[in-house]
């Protein structure tokens, strides 16, 4: 018998009974049609129960009290912040308590001599980007949907975003974490100094691990000075092989752009049909540039120059912010627009070596090509973190089928290339197999070894990444 199973009725009635001895009644809920609610995430193919219980802890104390009773229990607890992942992690296990953390969503500090920040998981990213901004500081991460999406969030899932190449990922800006483990006990890891390296690294290794190790409650973030406002290039090109060659170019010549982002043609396509953007029916493949440095007019003539010695036909510089914004519209607008094109989308997430990167988009090609299904693909070009996206109708059987079934093909691709079944959208429920594919059966053991010391009765986020 598994150690966790979906409680009966009666079961749940005791539940909510005992969460209820710790939490106020506006923090427990139970109605149908509200828990139903909280039962996934925005990722399709990904199965998911309906929550026994919602608990929405505004405190510690309230987070450790739900982990205490889910221990006493044995009944299953899947943390969640915004939702907005797209792996399935945040999916509901029949019969579990929903862990919603939004309402724990509080500033705690912000320190412009340490340069960090303190906060709650149920921040909202752009919340906190614009609240340091007040004080000439960045928190660089930036998630596509960094409107809507939590810190929380961020660190289980070890996000990214648009600026990656130059500022990195969500965890290399995690200093410590204050961690309720499964048994209700509170954790510290990490630190509030520049340096520090006292004992294993808890703090990475709770960072991108959905939620399967403990509830993140307070984040200490680094943060950094503000940077002068980017100026943005577009170059148009002929071929996606051509724009890939550009940035090898850009890479290879110790540039340091504070943004570099391909568009394939279909991609290019949707944007033009769900916007009016005017961008050449021509078009390719459209690469866009950002620097943020003290001279980025220079820094974009010099990456013009490599663009067109790459085979660009045309490069259009920015002459100022609100230009570079317009430019950033169509990237910022792909995801949408793919959406459009059938009504459902397979968001892949390959991360590939630089080098590799024309290989990847020509393989998804053939791929669309195989299964006669429209994919798009943008990308992260400048750290190789590709968002192949298979667009679908999800009435349709056989296309959702096919869906799958390509899918799975582009993520074979991304291992033969040497690369990762995901760079920053987690594994979830809908890579499961493909991360044992990647770490292979001695990894799978380790992976499972620290799993089992921190969550023996195996109650955090079950069904997940394993």
């Known amino acids: 018998m598994s150690r966790i199973q979906a409680p009966s009725d009666e079961a749940t009635g005791n539940l909510v009974d005992r969460l209820l001895s710790g939490l106020p009644p506006e923090s427990v809920l139970v109605d149908p049609d509200v828990t139903a609610s909280y039962a996934n995430d925005m990722a399709s193919f990904c199965e998911a129960g309906v929550p026994a219980v919602v608990a929405l802890p505004r405190t510690v104390e309230q987070v450790q009290h739900v982990m205490r009773v889910a221990t006493e229990l044995r009944v299953p607890v899947v943390p969640q912040g915004a939702r907005t992942g797209l792996s399935g992690g945040a999916n509901a296990s029949e019969g579990c308590i929903a862990l919603s953390l939004t309402k724990m969503d509080r500033i705690l500090e912000i320190n412009p001599v340490d340069r960090i920040a303190v906060v709650e998981p149920g921040v909202i990213n752009a919340t906190l980007s614009r609240a340091v901004n007040e004080h000439g500081l960045c928190y660089p991460p930036d998630p596509s949907s960094w409107e809507m999406c939590t810190i929380g969030g961020n660190i289980g899932t070890a996000s990214g975003g648009l600026c ?17 483990l499964a048994d209700g006990r509170l954790m510290s890891t990490g630190r509030r100094t520049a340096k520090g390296v006292a004992g294993y690294d808890l703090t990475r290794l709770f960072v991108g691990s959905e939620g399967s190790l403990g509830i993140v409650v307070r984040a200490t973030l680094a943060l950094r000075p503000q940077p002068p406002q980017q ?15 550009a940035v090898c170019r850009i890479m290879a010549g110790g540039h340091v752009p504070s943004l570099l982002e391909l568009m394939d043609r279909t991609t290019v396509k949707a944007v033009n049909d769900l916007a009016n953007m005017g961008l050449p029916e021509t078009t390719e493949a459209l690469l866009l540039a950002a620097f943020d440095t003290p001279d980025p007019a220079a820094d974009l003539a010099a990456v013009g120059a490599l663009c067109e010695a790459a085979g660009a036909t045309e490069v259009v510089p920015a002459d100022d912010a609100a230009e570079s914004e317009l430019l950033l519209q169509a990237r910022r607008l792909s995801l949408t627009a793919l959406e459009a094109v059938k009504g459902t989308t397979m968001i892949d997430d390959v991360c590939v070596p ?108 079950p069904g997940k990444l394993f």
């Not at 053939?366 to 943008?378: F, H, P, Q, S």
Request: charge should be negative; proline fraction near 3%.
């Open 354 to 461: 630089r080098s590799k990167l024309g290989e990847l988009i020509e393989g998804v090609e053939r791929v669309a090509e195989k299964y006669d299904l429209t994919i798009g693909v943008c990308a992260h070009a400048g750290d190789g973190n590709t968002h192949p996206t298979v667009c679908f109708d999800a009435a349709d059987p056989d296309e959702s089928r096919r869906a799958r079934e390509s899918f799975d093909e582009i993520m074979a691709l991304g291992l033969e290339l040497g690369g990762t079944i995901t760079g920053e959208h987690g594994v979830g429920i809908l890579k499961k197999e493909w991360m044992a594919r990647e770490l292979g059966p001695v990894g799978m053991e380790m992976q499972r070894a620290v799993k089992s010391a921190f969550d023996p009765l195996g109650i955090l986020n």
């Open 231 to 245: 100026l943005v290039l577009a170059a148009e090109f002929a071929s996606a092989a051509a724009a890939c060659d």
């Open 164 to 180: 990656c190449v130059k500022y990195g990922v969500t965890a290399e800006y995690v200093l410590g974490l204050d961690v309720v």
